[in-house]
């Protein structure tokens, strides 16, 4: 199985930025797929699940107003649009793919497969 980010960066404040994930070795439309960040000194944060049913998303409450998850089983791919960034959304972000075992899956350890890793900056 493998996931790869792409789409990070560097980003004004108030930008946006679309993360993707490409999947492979596994069946897309049956896992359980979120992202997750993690900025330095910091434990790795949930920020969206996309569950088996593509049309059931969570979020933390941090980002539910500004970022938005979505896949796209065709292409076997996993999205995160995310709007309004401030420099405190500085981090890697982090693809994960699951089994699925509760509809919302929001902490790490219910995550098989994991990708890379993009880093995204926000700063001036």
């Known amino acids: 199985v493998h996931l790869v980010e792409s789409g990070g960066g560097l980003v004004q404040p108030g930008g946006s930025m679309r993360l993707s994930c490409v999947t492979s070795g596994l069946v897309f439309r049956l896992a359980s797929m979120a992202w997750f960040r993690q900025a330095p000194v910091k434990e790795r944060q949930f920020v969206a699940a996309c569950g088996w049913i593509p049309s059931r998303t969570y979020y933390a409450d941090s980002f539910r107003d500004r970022f938005t998850i979505s896949r796209d089983i065709a292409k076997n791919a996993l999205f995160l649009q995310m709007n309004h960034l401030q420099p405190e959304d500085t981090a890697v972000y982090y693809c994960?793919?699951?089994?699925?075992?509760?509809?919302?899956?929001?902490?790490?350890?219910?995550?098989?497969?994991w990708g890379q890793g993009t880093q995204v900056t926000v700063s001036e």
């Open positions: 994960a793919a699951g089994i699925p075992t509760t509809p919302a899956q929001m902490f790490p350890r219910e995550y098989e497969y």
